[in-house]
Each structure stands twice: as structure tokens, then as C-alpha cells.
């Protein structure tokens, strides 16, 4: 079966910097995203890794390896507003994506 | 502006009554797609289109049936419901030149 795996949840400290990793095993793969989802909202586009190596946006950074089938997610000087859950997804063979149940990031002050 | 819109934003039904949930894009994206999203578990797709006139089943879709008559909107019917299907209901789209996915804001589903 397919299956993504991500931490439930996290807790880090404002100004800090927090890795979110993610662990895939799909048949097929055709590129990995990132998403944040604030709670009572939609998930909004972060990162898309298809290569090997680190995806470099702002505060926010996406790592992939392929041959581990492992990603991470790195997010620097964490803002308040950086509470939300992060949604790793796995494009397959079949082009559909795969969802992980999601990280919830909890920042305290 | 731009976008997806789905409605109702939330909706309380009985148990066995029929339920259309719609949505319409406006940025002339060739794919749509169905999720529903429950507590602890990840996004599941239900139904998706990859172009007008097309649909396809996704990793849950009993229950539920979709249509594509027009790029612009992709409705759900829940055809009969069932408590189980109380959920949030996200509709997506993406365009053939990125598998970059654009959601709607969500529809908040209690059957009872």
C-alpha cells in the first residue's frame, strides 16, 4: 500500500528554527509537496521538490531524497503566525496525490 | 478574483436526504478534484476530473458522484447520506502545466 508518515505534532519556540520530516513509500513518484493548512482554512501551496536536494524560499526550506524516500521541511526565525498543520504529499505513478495526515505546529512565545 | 468557490460554507443534514455540494473555478484549470478531510487522518480524494466531460473514482468514493459538464465546475452529490460522511470537504484544481494544487475554502458537512 501507499503510505506517507509525518509527525502529529511539534512544539517550538518563537525566533527558533523546527524540521518537519515526512517518510514516503508510493508506487511511483512524480514529486513531493508541502502545504500549511491553518486551523478552519484550506491547505495553501509551500514547496515542490521533484530532485534531490534542498528547495530554498524565504524562511522556508524543502529537502528531498529519493533514494531514502524522505523529505524534510525546515522553517526558520518561527513567527506565531507559523501555527498551522504541514501536509507533506506524494504525487504517485498515476499522477493523484498522496496526503499525510499532517504535522501540527504549535509555536509558544 | 480569482479562485475557487465552493457552498454551502457549512450545512447540517439528515441521515438518507440527497446533498449537492458545489464548486466553480475560475482560472480556467483543466483538473478538479474531491477530498474529504477527518481528524487524523490525511486529505482522502473521492473523485477527481482531469479534463471536462471526464471523471474518475478516487480512494473513496462510495457514496458519492460527481459531474463535469463545464471546465468551470465540478459538483459532489451525496446521493443518499450517512453519518459517516460527516466531514470538511475540500475541491481542488490544478492546470496541466503544474501539479500544483489550488483549494477552495472548504465545506463543513454534518449528517445526523
Known amino acids: 500500500g501507499q503510505n506517507i508518515d509525518q509527525p502529529t505534532e511539534m512544539t517550538a519556540t518563537e525566533g527558533a528554527i523546527v524540521q518537519i520530516n515526512c517518510t514516503y513509500q508510493t508506487s511511483g513518484f512524480n514529486g513531493l509537496f508541502w502545504y500549511q493548512q491553518h486551523a478552519g482554512e484550506a491547505p495553501t501551496f509551500l514547496s515542490y521538490n521533484v530532485l534531490d536536494g534542498l528547495e530554498e524560499k524565504g524562511r522556508f526550506s524543502s529537502f528531498l531524497s529519493r533514494s531514502k524516500g524522505y523529505s524534510y521541511l525546515l522553517l526558520k526565525e518561527l513567527q506565531m503566525k507559523d501555527s498551522a498543520s504541514y501536509l507533506c504529499a506524494v504525487l504517485d505513478s498515476n499522477y493523484q496525490l498522496i496526503w499525510g495526515a499532517g504535522t501540527k505546529l504549535i509555536i509558544k512565545p | 478574483i480569482a479562485g475557487i468557490t465552493q457552498a454551502p460554507t457549512s450545512q447540517i443534514l439528515a441521515a438518507g436526504r440527497r446533498m449537492t455540494l458545489r464548486c466553480t473555478q475560475d482560472m480556467r484549470h483543466n483538473a478538479m478534484y474531491w477530498y474529504r478531510q477527518d481528524l487524523g487522518l490525511g486529505l482522502r480524494l473521492i473523485h477527481y476530473s482531469n479534463t471536462a466531460g471526464t471523471t474518475g473514482k478516487g480512494e473513496v468514493p462510495d457514496g458519492y458522484s460527481v459531474s463535469r459538464a463545464n471546465t468551470d465546475d465540478f459538483p459532489l452529490t451525496l446521493a443518499s447520506a450517512v453519518p459517516s460522511q460527516t466531514s470538511v470537504y475540500f475541491c481542488?484544481?490544478?492546470?496541466?502545466?503544474?501539479?500544483?494544487?489550488?483549494f477552495g475554502p472548504g465545506t463543513r458537512l454534518t449528517v445526523l
Open positions: 481542488a484544481s490544478s492546470d496541466s502545466s503544474s501539479d500544483e494544487q489550488f
